[in-house]
């Protein structure tokens, strides 16, 4: 056992937990107590008392925990303090003036995209996703952009460890073909959701990286599929425009291609 945390309190072993089950997206019970070394006893307790309150919750099959929706809430109100949520709102309002629909601001959490911020324009049609709402990377236009910023090694480790999950018969689910089409989107520098997610819905989407160079986001348009696919590829360039402006925002210098 680690000494140190096991003399610690209750509440830092929690957020050691929290911590660890974090950076492994999705763990068992057992394994967080043997990598942390802590008590089984100790750590079922923590487990189940996180779970009661949301900041924990196990998938109904493996029984494996991951961070709950608690997290995820308390995440989007600390999105409200930094520089990429102060900032997007006016790239956002540009673009949906611009294209004349929807648009929206996603962060990655695990192998999920959190809405966190959303502009519309006066002609759009109201869409489902509300802020907060949590959509698989691999069927969304913003998942896609943001898993195609990525290195060639993190995103075929990502892609290889998700279920990739049909939720419409668009629906990619096979890594090869999911792994080409993200070449493609890193290449032109936006992905397309062509109803893939939510049916009757299209999605035209750009990474949004940091001073870095790393994603830390992707920002989308989306609307009605019989309204959004006809114009990928004009929305594709404004989308890009607007992601590229607020990545710039943010500290990006885009590299110098020769």
Request: glycine fraction near 8%; hydrophobic fraction near 40%; charged fraction near 25%.
């Amino acid at each position: 056992m680690d000494p140190e945390l096991e003399r610690s309190g209750t509440l830092e072993r929690g957020l050691a937990v929290l911590q660890h089950v974090g950076l492994k997206q999705e763990i068992s019970t057992n394994a967080i107590a043997t990598q942390l070394g802590l008590s089984r006893s100790a750590v079922y307790r923590i487990v189940h008392t996180l779970k009661q309150l949301d900041y924990l919750e196990a998938d109904h099959v493996t029984g494996r925990v991951r961070l709950g929706t608690r997290l995820v809430e308390l995440g989007v109100r600390a999105m409200s303090s930094s520089d990429l949520h102060r900032a997007a709102p006016r790239f956002l309002a540009a673009l949906a003036e611009k294209s004349g629909e929807t648009t929206y601001l996603a962060v990655p959490d695990g192998n999920a995209m959190v809405y966190v911020a959303t502009e519309q324009s006066a002609g759009a049609v109201t869409l489902k996703c509300r802020l907060g709402a949590r959509r698989p990377q691999h069927a969304t236009s913003l998942g896609k952009a943001y898993l195609s910023a990525l290195s060639e090694v993190d995103r075929v480790d990502r892609l290889r460890r998700m279920k990739l999950e049909r939720l419409t018969g668009n629906t990619i689910v096979e890594v090869p073909r999911l792994l080409d089409e993200l070449v493609t989107a890193r290449r032109q520098g936006w992905a397309l959701d062509d109803i893939e997610n939510e049916p009757g819905v299209g999605c035209v989407a750009a990474p949004i990286r940091d001073r870095s160079g790393a994603p830390v986001a992707a920002m989308s348009v989306a609307g009605p599929a019989e309204r959004v696919l006809p114009r990928r590829g004009e929305l594709a360039g404004l989308v890009v425009a607007a992601a590229t402006a607020l990545s710039r925002r943010l500290g990006h210098v885009p590299e110098q291609r020769a």
